[in-house]
């Protein structure tokens, strides 16, 4: 099943903790692509670092409720604390689609219910899957970024960062 994640960090290294992050999905999956990756300024608590962001798209073997186990335990693993709603993190992983699978469950809404409101999320996603339809709101990927209202910044970091 093919998925796509998208990747943060605004702490320390923050290319490295996403380095690792791919990494450990490694491990579990087939990484097919990574975007590059963009610095972005926070959005909903400003008061912070910029971020590393980029998409990550995986082959799984994975359910949509055992992937986010699964992402929630490279969290946990690379130190990842829950504070601040929004607040800094080591990294932060979103599983923004699962297939054309729409999931709603208590912990886990797929399609991510926020990724058509972010150009920190669509601008990768677009990098790698810009015709890729949301399930929900039969929209691609490119279609959803021109939609946006107002976007917050999001500058190219670094095209290849990850082998």
Same mark, same amino acid.
């Given at each position: 099943?093919?998925?796509?994640?998208?990747?943060?960090?605004?702490?320390?290294?923050?290319?490295?903790?996403?380095?690792?992050?791919?990494?450990?999905?490694?491990?579990?999956?087939?990484?097919?692509?990574?975007?590059?990756?963009?610095?972005?300024?926070?959005?909903?608590?400003?008061?912070?670092?910029?971020?590393?962001?980029?998409?990550?798209?995986?082959?799984? +073997?994975?359910?949509?409720?055992?992937?986010?186990?699964?992402?929630?335990?490279?969290?946990? %693993?690379?130190?990842?604390?829950?504070?601040?709603?929004?607040?800094?993190?080591?990294?932060?992983?979103?599983?923004?689609?699962?297939?054309?699978?729409?999931?709603?469950?208590?912990?886990?809404?797929?399609?991510?219910?926020?990724? +058509?409101?972010?150009?920190?999320?669509?601008?990768?996603?677009?990098?790698?899957?810009?015709?890729?339809? +949301?399930?929900?709101?039969?929209?691609?990927?490119?279609? %959803?970024?021109?939609?946006?209202?107002?976007?917050?910044?999001?500058?190219?970091?670094?095209?290849?960062?990850?082998?």
């Amino acid at each position: 099943m093919i998925s796509y994640i998208a990747i943060g960090s605004n702490i320390e290294d923050r290319e490295d903790y996403l380095k690792k992050v791919v990494g450990e999905l490694k491990k579990q999956s087939k990484v097919l692509i990574c975007s590059s990756l963009y610095e972005t300024e926070p959005v909903g608590y400003a008061d912070q670092s910029w971020f590393l962001n980029g998409v990550v798209k995986v082959e799984t +073997h994975f359910t949509p409720s055992t992937l986010l186990e699964f992402v929630l335990a490279i969290e946990k %693993m690379l130190n990842r604390v829950r504070t601040i709603q929004n607040g800094p993190r080591t990294v932060d992983l979103d599983i923004l689609f699962y297939e054309d699978k729409i999931v709603q469950e208590e912990n886990l809404q797929i399609p991510h219910p926020r990724l +058509h409101e972010r150009a920190f999320v669509l601008i990768p996603l677009k990098e790698i899957a810009s015709d890729f339809m +949301h399930p929900i709101l039969k929209k691609d990927v490119s279609t %959803m970024l021109e939609d946006l209202p107002k976007q917050e910044e999001v500058l190219l970091y670094k095209k290849e960062w990850f082998r």
